[in-house]
């Protein structure tokens, strides 16, 4: 099976986003955003999702990938 990776933290610092800013503007804890950041979310929670996509004025294909099967298993191989 395929895995979903969260790619907000590249994101953000591509574009030069504070977290603070993200956090004060989208109504989520720093622990919430942290979780995001560091793809450790089990349970996406969809409207957060769309509120940082409407501040951060992007699409949900920008914080999110889908890396197949294949791809993730050589990923992890290489590690």
């Known amino acids: 099976m395929g895995k979903i990776i969260i790619t907000l933290e590249q ?6 986003i504070s977290k603070y800013k ?11 955003l942290n979780s995001y ?6 349970r996406v929670d969809l409207p957060v999702l ?7 004025g ?8 889908y890396v197949p099967e ?4 050589e990923e992890e191989m290489e590690l």
């Open 11 to 16: 994101y953000r610092k591509e574009n030069d």
């Open 22 to 32: 993200i956090i004060k503007n989208c109504g989520v804890s720093a622990t919430q």
């Open 37 to 42: 950041c560091n793809n450790q979310v089990t």
């Open 50 to 56: 769309a509120r940082i996509c409407d501040y951060l």
């Open 58 to 65: 992007c699409e949900i294909g920008n914080l999110l990938e």
């Open 70 to 73: 294949k791809e993730f298993e």
